[in-house]
């Protein structure tokens, strides 16, 4: 897609609906700024600063991006406008389609990591993950389809490299991220007819702020009481090994931003230190020779 074309750039980035977490909830929830830069209407919405940072300090081909640390910023934005947004949140998300005529991008990256042994989040863990990382994809595509059908446009989904290699103490996101890369081919045959197309972004480690919340997080689950206790420094190093030696997010939103822009986008964008590599691994090396090497790296090769 060149500059040209980019009318309207919507922009879902770092969205957490699950304010209810205090560990993750940087912000009072998620904010949508619009306003109107160079001739090129934008809108950026985020919250919890993970790879939404790929916006900042970017300049979108002509279209200006931001993201807020804290509420407080939101004076702080002249020519923008900020409105709080939930996006599992049905009429907000239909008075946001109401502002849009055509759509020309729409890039989804509500997210954020649940991290620790799967039975001791629980199901419960698990239905806040999905509501975030899965479902709000569906929700916010489906609100702004009609503006994306009369626009011909993009619709990005930014999944993970963990939704191709698994590993412990992160069961929750990498199943959530693996069914982003599920429903990211889905979309893009349905939506195939109507002129819309879909590309995927599966990211490898990124300097931001994930690995912090995701650490934070983490730590609300771990407890004397539950049977991985004595395993909890392999659960607290694997939420924190998206930042092992990440990409700047600048240099990831580029790679980003130049995809977007060509005439004909890739159907699946990896960037990012081990975006490569991991699936790379996940795809040459024996499952058990695999889990063997992931068990010994997050304390998992003994027995309790």
């Known amino acids: 897609m060149n500059n040209n ?16 977490q205090p560990a993750l909830a940087a912000t009072d929830g998620t904010l949508n700024f619009s306003g109107l830069v160079n001739d090129v209407t934008c809108t950026v919405e985020g919250s919890a600063p993970g790879t939404g940072a790929v916006v900042k300090d970017v300049n979108l081909g002509g279209v200006a991006a931001a993201r807020l ?3 407080g910023d939101r004076a702080n934005l002249t020519g923008f406008n900020a409105v709080q947004l939930d996006v599992n949140d049905s009429a907000a998300l239909q008075h946001l389609a109401e502002q849009w005529g055509e759509l020309d991008v729409l890039i989804n990256n509500a997210g954020y990591g649940a991290m620790g042994p799967l039975l001791d989040g629980g199901t419960e863990a698990m239905q806040r993950q999905f509501e975030t990382n899965v479902f709000s994809i569906v929700g916010v595509t489906q609100a702004l389809f009609p503006a994306l059908r009369r626009g011909k446009g993009l619709v990005v989904n930014i999944g993970s490299v963990s939704g191709v290699l698994v590993t412990p103490f992160a069961g929750a996101y990498c199943a959530s991220k693996a069914a982003v890369h599920a429903l990211s081919d889905a979309l893009r045959m349905e939506l195939a007819p109507f002129g819309v197309r879909v590309m995927e972004v599966q990211p490898g480690a990124i300097d931001t702020r994930f690995a912090k919340n995701a650490g934070a997080q983490a730590e609300l689950l771990i407890n004397e009481k539950s049977p991985w206790w004595p395993l909890r420094d392999g659960i607290r190093a694997r939420s924190q090994a998206s930042q092992d030696n990440p990409t700047p997010a600048s240099q990831f939103a580029n790679h980003v931003l130049k995809a977007v ?14 975006s490569r590599a991991l699936p790379l691994m996940a795809a040459l090396l024996p499952k058990g020779l695999l889990e063997k090497v992931l068990k010994r790296r997050f304390g998992l090769n003994g027995s309790l």
């Open 69 to 71: 640390a804290n509420p």
């Open 261 to 274: 822009q060509q005439p004909t986008p890739p159907r699946l964008l990896r960037a990012g230190n081990g």
């Open 5 to 20: 074309a980019l009318s309207t750039v919507a922009a879902i980035l770092a969205v957490t609906a699950a304010v209810s």
